[in-house]
């Protein structure tokens, strides 16, 4: 809850039944002003309580052996206060074993990078397109990847699944297309053998 405001200018403390009223005028130095406070400043904050374990009947936190313990790692089974309990997934984890989980990358929702497949099976679908014997590599690769990878998780941020098809259909396209020139150029060379 907000303790009080004051003048800008004189530093007078201004009345509370003055807030949220049109322009007023300050009581000591009469400069106009005006307090607008939100309802939020009127509610006491919202503080998590840690409270303090009694030796001998109650578990304490392992890193504060004054707090009492609320929750154990589901991970290595230490007591955690509330300060120190960490949730993911409803799964209560103490700070140590979320440390060593981003850098082993064992824990399954805690990215801090993700590869995005759609972009790169599109970039072989699209860029090898202007020379002549690449897309015969990028083509079939870019249709496995967008098979491949279709579940994968995208992006961190919103992101749809419309490279994925369009490398598809642009890499079935380059893949076909080259096994029909190819085909027809055997067949034009045989042809021209056999006249």
Known sequence: MIAGLRCAVCDEVIDRSVWNDAVTFCARCQEPLQARVYPAAFRAASVTRV???EEGIEAACFQHASNKAIAACARCGRFMCAVCDIEIDREHICPVCLESGARQGTIQNLDNRRTLYDSIAFALA???VFTIYL???TAPAAV????RYWRAPLSILPRTRWRFVLAALFGATQFFG???IIVIAIAASRSR???
């Not at 496995?144 to 098979?147: A, C, F, H, T």
């Open 51 to 53: 409270d303090a374990a």
């Open 126 to 128: 699209t860029l090898p």
């Open 135 to 137: 897309p015969i590599f």
């Open 144 to 147: 496995y990847l967008s098979i």
């Open 178 to 180: 080259l096994v029909a």
């Open 193 to 195: 053998i056999t006249q």
